[in-house]
């Protein structure tokens, strides 16, 4: 797909926070406003057997590179059209055969974009018709945080596994810029049809966005082309903004992860609305929910760091997680609504298809309570609750409603043509048709 900007946005200088995208004319929920192809990405170690490293897909049979027998394909024209940005790795792969690149997926991007400006695949005169204003190029996106472990780390991993001789004018010091930009405008790259993350990408265009806790647009993935979308009607002068972390969380975790990742404090409406929130409750009552949403935080991590796939033990942990704390947290609590997507995810694993349902209807629920009503999030939750419902469960008329809610959702947030609408259409008119 082509790289589109839409016409009526452009950057400028946003009061505190850099470089921004504002509207220059009235704009109208479910738009495009960009749509754009990755400069650089790679798939997280453990995806990299199971999906092809251009198109992403996920394949029973991949082959693999013919020369650095490494990176995996589902069929030649990938592995032809992927040749221009993988033969510097390649090249790199084959002098290192005897060692594994870390997981350090940022060192395999900066080798990717080691690769263009090697090869001088892009150049920096925009496409026709694309506003010259959002940058091109990696170097002229803004800086990240200095002095962080992880930059020092993958860049040691990129020295070591590469070697001096194949980094031609580049140094430690450049090399550490690269990774301190890469940290703050990279995205993590997922898989629409599960809402997992599968890999590391950058979008120079859509970098350049900044980050709302109640966002007015949303990124979503086709394959590994990127859209930012309007999910709401957007009027001309104001900011464009899409969301940096999960906006599925309470506000004490939210702000956090965006100083660890991007060294700024929220301010956005809806922080300070829960802030206030916060402080207008009785400290006694305010101590207790810290408490409790501390414990839910503990069995999140938890399962997040311990169990891969292991569906028995996560659904163990998440309803011991959610025994403890259900009592003290209500229903929508975004920690609540968290060890309800772990419950699913473990659920759908072991085919406990009912309980897949329960669990999702309360992560409707929470969605309903703290996201837009147009927000891909809500209408993939949505979709999935539906899809069980009638393919697997056999309830069409249960399914029914929710599939409308879902395409209703979708045709904003995603677009009426994207596969996953696409497919949710399809499965309403069949149950339609019945």
Same mark, same amino acid.
């Given at each position: 797909?082509?790289?589109?900007?839409?016409?009526?946005?452009?950057?400028?200088?946003?009061? *505190?926070?850099?470089?921004?995208?504002?509207?220059?004319?009235?704009? /109208?929920?479910?738009?495009?406003?960009?749509?754009?192809?990755?400069?650089?990405?790679?798939?997280?170690?453990?995806?990299?057997?199971?999906?092809?490293?251009?198109?992403?897909?996920?394949?029973?049979?991949?082959?693999?590179?013919?020369?650095?027998? #490494?990176?995996?394909?589902?069929?030649?024209?990938?592995?032809?059209?992927?040749?221009?940005?993988?033969?510097?790795?390649?090249?790199?792969?084959?002098?290192?055969?005897?060692?594994?690149?870390?997981?350090?997926?940022?060192?395999?991007?900066?080798?990717?974009?080691?690769?263009?400006?090697?090869?001088?695949?892009?150049?920096?005169?925009?496409?026709?018709?694309?506003?010259?204003?959002?940058?091109?190029?990696?170097?002229?996106?803004?800086?990240?945080?200095?002095?962080?472990?992880?930059?020092?780390?993958?860049?040691?991993?990129?020295?070591?596994?590469?070697?001096?001789?194949?980094?031609?004018?580049?140094?430690?010091?450049?090399?550490?810029?690269?990774?301190?930009?890469?940290?703050?405008?990279?995205?993590?790259?997922?898989?629409?049809?599960? /809402?997992?993350?599968?890999?590391?990408?950058?979008?120079? /265009?859509?970098?350049?966005?900044?980050?709302?806790?109640?966002?007015?647009?949303?990124?979503? +993935?086709?394959?590994?082309?990127?859209?930012?979308?309007?999910?709401?009607?957007?009027?001309?002068?104001?900011?464009?903004?899409?969301?940096?972390?999960?906006?599925?969380?309470?506000?004490?975790? *939210?702000?956090?992860?965006?100083?660890?990742?991007? /060294?700024?404090?929220?301010?956005?409406?809806?922080?300070?609305?829960?802030?206030?929130?916060?402080?207008?409750?009785?400290?006694?009552?305010?101590?207790?929910?810290?408490?409790?949403?501390?414990?839910?935080?503990?069995?999140?991590?938890?399962?997040?760091?311990? @169990? #891969?796939?292991?569906? +028995?033990?996560?659904?163990?942990?998440?309803?011991?997680?959610?025994?403890?704390?259900?009592?003290?947290?209500?229903?929508?609590?975004?920690?609540?609504?968290?060890?309800?997507?772990?419950?699913?995810?473990?659920?759908?694993?072991?085919?406990?298809?009912?309980?897949?349902?329960?669990?999702?209807?309360?992560?409707?629920?929470?969605?309903?309570?703290?996201?837009?009503?147009?927000?891909?999030?809500?209408? @993939?939750?949505?979709?999935?609750?539906?899809?069980?419902?009638?393919?697997?469960?056999?309830?069409?008329?249960?399914?029914?409603?929710?599939?409308?809610?879902?395409?209703?959702?979708?045709?904003?947030?995603?677009?009426?043509?994207?596969?996953?609408?696409?497919?949710?259409?399809?499965?309403?008119?069949?149950?339609? #048709?019945?």
């Amino acid at each position: 797909m082509a790289t589109i900007i839409h016409p009526g946005i452009e950057v400028f200088l946003a009061e *505190r926070r850099g470089r921004g995208v504002r509207a220059t004319q009235a704009i /109208r929920s479910g738009t495009c406003l960009v749509r754009e192809q990755p400069f650089a990405h790679v798939l997280l170690e453990h995806e990299r057997e199971r999906r092809c490293e251009y198109c992403l897909l996920r394949r029973e049979k991949l082959q693999k590179c013919g020369s650095c027998k #490494d990176v995996c394909y589902c069929s030649n024209d990938c592995q032809i059209a992927a040749y221009k940005s993988h033969q510097y790795e390649c090249r790199i792969k084959k002098k290192n055969k005897q060692q594994s690149l870390p997981e350090w997926t940022a060192a395999r991007v900066m080798i990717q974009i080691l690769c263009v400006k090697q090869k001088k695949k892009r150049g920096t005169n925009p496409t026709p018709g694309i506003s010259c204003s959002f940058p091109l190029l990696p170097s002229q996106l803004c800086d990240g945080p200095e002095g962080l472990k992880s930059a020092e780390d993958a860049v040691k991993c990129l020295e070591d596994y590469v070697g001096t001789t194949d980094l031609p004018g580049w140094d430690h010091k450049s090399l550490l810029k690269l990774n301190e930009k890469l940290s703050v405008n990279s995205f993590c790259l997922y898989d629409e049809g599960k /809402r997992s993350e599968i890999g590391d990408v950058l979008y120079t /265009r859509s970098a350049v966005f900044n980050h709302n806790c109640e966002p007015n647009c949303a990124f979503i +993935y086709n394959g590994k082309t990127m859209e930012i979308r309007s999910l709401r009607d957007i009027q001309p002068g104001e900011e464009c903004f899409i969301h940096y972390v999960n906006v599925l969380q309470t506000v004490n975790v *939210r702000r956090k992860k965006l100083y660890d990742n991007y /060294r700024f404090w929220c301010e956005c409406l809806r922080c300070k609305r829960e802030l206030k929130i916060l402080a207008d409750t009785a400290i006694g009552d305010r101590l207790k929910l810290e408490e409790t949403e501390a414990k839910a935080q503990t069995f999140l991590a938890k399962i997040d760091k311990e @169990f #891969d796939e292991n569906y +028995y033990k996560m659904l163990e942990t998440c309803e011991t997680g959610l025994d403890a704390v259900q009592n003290d947290l209500d229903t929508t609590n975004p920690h609540m609504a968290q060890l309800h997507v772990k419950t699913q995810e473990a659920c759908i694993g072991l085919q406990k298809w009912k309980a897949a349902v329960k669990s999702g209807m309360e992560i409707i629920r929470a969605c309903k309570t703290h996201l837009l009503p147009t927000d891909p999030i809500l209408g @993939f939750h949505l979709w999935r609750v539906a899809k069980i419902q009638a393919v697997t469960l056999n309830q069409p008329i249960a399914a029914r409603d929710l599939l409308q809610q879902a395409i209703d959702v979708m045709s904003i947030g995603y677009g009426s043509t994207h596969p996953m609408t696409m497919e949710a259409k399809e499965l309403l008119g069949s149950i339609i #048709d019945q």
